[in-house]
Structures are given as structure tokens and as C-alpha cells.
């Protein structure tokens, strides 16, 4: 039997070396992509290696993650927005993928990147900055801590100054594509911000929108075009939700005991620190579209892509 090092020297004497070097580099970046850690290590390390935090803030942002669309995201959202203090911004520009791009952006930072003698107050120019035109200057970063003011800063320019523009105390955002690891981040830059972590039987969610175009996790290359896709995302992101949201010290709402009474209003008032008006969720706004029966064939591939987690909430279909 030929031996597989007996087949890599063949192959070595009949391909060019050319492909040979090309196939060794897709793959070796193809194992860098593979290795990149979550944006919540990429914060640990930061911690660890530099010791890093961002400063404390005043800000008590309020964040509304949803497992996906049609879960009571926006509900739970006019609930909020019934205290005249705070305004809940919706899904604020969520093709811009602005939360997760500047979460992903701090997932390069490891234990060697970037070289501590990249920064401008190392000693390899805090001695000569008067003299930058006489030093090698190819990679040269502001402090990292400026890094962290600006991606505080960012939301707080967007999101929180105009809601304090208007009046408002106090600001946030409802989101339906947003996973713990973007609730970790936010919470590192806003340590004083509450949590609300919603999800809703499947089934009842993807009836109420399966018709629709546009649905996008991340747009636009994570489109969710089919049951399959709509219910892995789901069991993901409310397996996530289970095993963080107290992390961040989060609450954990399921769609159909919320509309029960629980968490009450009273309950969400005092978690948030706010006034809520129970009146607020009897009032019926937004689309009265009818929606369209969902199919024996995508009730199954629905069934197959959220069990068993599904089954062991109560969700055994419509």
C-alpha cells in the first residue's frame, strides 16, 4: 500500500510548486480565520494584557435583545418608551451591522497583537515625537485607551445625545440580531446598563414572517431565507441567552409569560429603574398584515432545527 508521505513526494515532483505555495497559504489564513476568539476573550485579554477598562460612565443605556423578529421586541420596547425619561431607539440602521462591526473590531487584539512598540507612548517614540519623519513610522497607534473613549463614544453621539437632545433622561436600542457576545462588549463600555433578553415559540414567530423579504442576521451576507435557517438561529441565540443573561445581569423574558403578567410591569419598573404603564400593552399598533399558515413540510424542518430546546420550553408548535 502506497504511504501517504510516498504520495506527497509525487505529488511535490508533478505540481508546481507555484500551487503548492498557494494551496499552503489558503490554507494557513483559512486556520487564522478559524482561530478568532470571541469579542468576550478579546475583552478579557484586553483586561489582562494592558489592564485595561474603559472609565466609569454615568450611562444607564437600556439594551433590548431579541431572539429574531415577530418575539415582542417592540411591545416590550413602547412598554419602556411609556416612562417619558427614556427613549428606545428600533433597530437603528441594522444593515450598518453597526454593534457587531464594532464588537468584531476588538476580537484582533490577542496576547501579540498589536506589538506593544506600535503605540505612541511606548518607548519606542515616547522620546521622539517631535521627530517622526526621522523614525520608522509604518505602525503607529494612538493609545489604546482612545480606542475604548471612541467606542463608548460612538454610541453615546448617535444614540444617547440626541435622545438627550429631545428631552430624555436616558436612551437605548431593541435589537433582534444581536447575540451575548455583543451584550458582553456593550456591557464592558456601559457597566451600568440593563438587559432585557426576550424569545417567543418559533413557530407562532416564523408564521408571522416567513413571507417576508429582506431578513437578514447580518446584512448583506447572513440572510435567513428558509425555516432551517430561521430555527437554527433561534435555538443558538436563545441557548445563548440562557447561559449569559445573568452575566451581564440581564433578564430573561419569555414572549408568552410576559403577556401572562410575568415579569410584571411593576417587576420591569424597578429592574430598570423607570415608571412603566401597564396601559401601554393594551393598545394594538403596527401591522395588521394576515399572515400566511406555514406548511407541513416547514413546520418539520422547523421542528427538526429548534428541538430539543423548543420541546423543553413548551414549544411543541403552533
Aim: aromatic share 14%; charged share 25%; net charge positive.
Amino acid at each position: 500500500m502506497t504511504s501517504l508521505t510516498t504520495i506527497k513526494a509525487f505529488l511535490k515532483t508533478v505540481l508546481p510548486q507555484s500551487w503548492l505555495e498557494e494551496r499552503a497559504s489558503r490554507r494557513w489564513y483559512q486556520e487564522q480565520r478559524d482561530g478568532v476568539q470571541t469579542i468576550a476573550a478579546a475583552i478579557q485579554g484586553l483586561e489582562t494584557r494592558w489592564g485595561l477598562r474603559p472609565p466609569d460612565s454615568p450611562h444607564r443605556p437600556i439594551f433590548i435583545f431579541s431572539a429574531q423578529w415577530r418575539s415582542g421586541s417592540t411591545l416590550l420596547q413602547r412598554l419602556i418608551n411609556s416612562d417619558r425619561r427614556v427613549l428606545i431607539w428600533g433597530e437603528p440602521f441594522h444593515k450598518s451591522n453597526l454593534v457587531q462591526s464594532l464588537g468584531n473590531s476588538l476580537r484582533s487584539f490577542t496576547a501579540q497583537f498589536p506589538p506593544e512598540d506600535y503605540f505612541i507612548d511606548s518607548p519606542n517614540f515616547r522620546d521622539s515625537e517631535d521627530q517622526f519623519d526621522r523614525r520608522w513610522t509604518a505602525n503607529l497607534y494612538p493609545e489604546l485607551q482612545t480606542l475604548i473613549t471612541a467606542h463608548r463614544g460612538f454610541y453615546h453621539s448617535l444614540y444617547g445625545q440626541p435622545a438627550l437632545d429631545r428631552g430624555f433622561e436616558r436612551w437605548g436600542i431593541k435589537e433582534v440580531r444581536l447575540s451575548m457576545d455583543h451584550a458582553y462588549y456593550l456591557k464592558w463600555l456601559f457597566p451600568r446598563a440593563k438587559f432585557l433578553f426576550l424569545y417567543r415559540n418559533p413557530y407562532k414567530a416564523y408564521q408571522s414572517c416567513h413571507t417576508w423579504r429582506d431578513l437578514y442576521l447580518r446584512w448583506p451576507d447572513v440572510p435567513v431565507p428558509t425555516p432551517q435557517v430561521f430555527g437554527t438561529l433561534w435555538r443558538e441565540m436563545v441557548e445563548d441567552y440562557q447561559a449569559g443573561y445573568q452575566q451581564v445581569d440581564g433578564l430573561l423574558i419569555k414572549y408568552e409569560d410576559f403577556c401572562a403578567g410575568s415579569p410584571g410591569v411593576d417587576q420591569l419598573s424597578d429592574y430598570l429603574d423607570l415608571n412603566l404603564k401597564a396601559e401601554a400593552m393594551d393598545r394594538k399598533i403596527g401591522s395588521q398584515r394576515q399572515t400566511t399558515p406555514l406548511s407541513p413540510h416547514q413546520i418539520k424542518t422547523l421542528r427538526k432545527a429548534v428541538n430539543p430546546l423548543a420541546h423543553q420550553l413548551g414549544y411543541t408548535g403552533l
